[in-house]
């Protein structure tokens, strides 16, 4: 497990993206870019289940990729389908995230409007 960490830190690495450590937790991590390492200009999605995939995006020199373990893999029919059920959770989570910020932006720019 140690090596597939050090090997996602090296893909991040090579794109840009200087995260401290790797959380392979299914969920999105922000994290600083070699061009502005105070900002957290990156992001990142790592999981270590089958098949270990790690999602970047580094909004610097948008970039974004997926890079997979194992590059060959055949997933039996339930495997294939835990598999797109994690990402349209990844997806779901992700489309939260983003709802939730987009209210509390907007309650923060309307209480700035009030005198």
Same mark, same amino acid.
């Given at each position: 497990?140690?090596? =597939? ?7 991040? #690495?090579?794109? /840009?993206? *200087? ?6 937790? /299914?969920?999105?991590? !922000? ?6 390492? @105070?900002?957290?200009? #990156?992001?990142?999605?790592?999981? =270590?289940?089958?098949?270990?995939? =790690? ?9 974004? /990729? *997926? ?7 055949? =997933? ?15 997806? !779901? ?7 939730? @910020? ?14």
């Amino acid at each position: 497990m140690n090596d =597939l960490l050090q090997t996602f830190q090296e893909v991040l #690495g090579q794109h /840009g993206l *200087t995260p401290e450590a790797i959380l392979a937790d /299914g969920t999105l991590h !922000r994290c600083p870019t070699e061009s502005k390492p @105070r900002k957290l200009n #990156g992001a990142y999605i790592a999981h =270590l289940d089958k098949p270990a995939t =790690l999602w970047w995006c580094n909004w610097e020199t948008d970039d974004q /990729g *997926t890079f997979y373990a194992e590059k060959k893999q055949t =997933l039996s029919v339930s495997e294939l389908s835990a598999w797109r059920e994690h990402q349209q959770s990844i997806r !779901r989570q992700r489309e939260a995230e983003c709802a939730r @910020r987009h209210k509390e932006n907007e309650s923060q720019s309307w209480q700035a409007m009030q005198p």
